[in-house]
């Protein structure tokens, strides 16, 4: 991952923000909006090479796939739920990011429960 080049999108995003906001703030919320997306289109374009590690991950151990997909949406839900948090927070509604946090807690608590489920089938079938 050439997270240089992501530091140094987020920094000119964050120089052109604070000009902004001096000038006209509604521009302002526009420039972060527009910085974060190239972000995230910039880090998702990696994704590809955590799903083939995972799916190497699950071809080595013979593990349950759908127990390692259930995994991945948990953490995809808990980094889309922080950006979003923070997004909301940098528009100025702390408010709708503290909701947003607290709908994707919920979200992985129910996505945690199959998994949870399948821990427990695990070791009561070791302790048997």
Known sequence: MDIFKIIAIGLIGAIIVVMLRAIKSDLS???????????VIITLTY???VIVAFNQIVDKTGLNSKLFASLLKIVGIGYLTEYSSGMCEDMGSPSLGKKIQFSGKIAIFL???????ALINTVANLLK
């Open 111 to 117: 996505m945690a429960i199959p998994v949870v489920t």
């Open 47 to 49: 994704i590809s090479d």
């Open 29 to 39: 919320i526009m420039a972060t909006l527009a910085t974060g997306i190239v972000i």
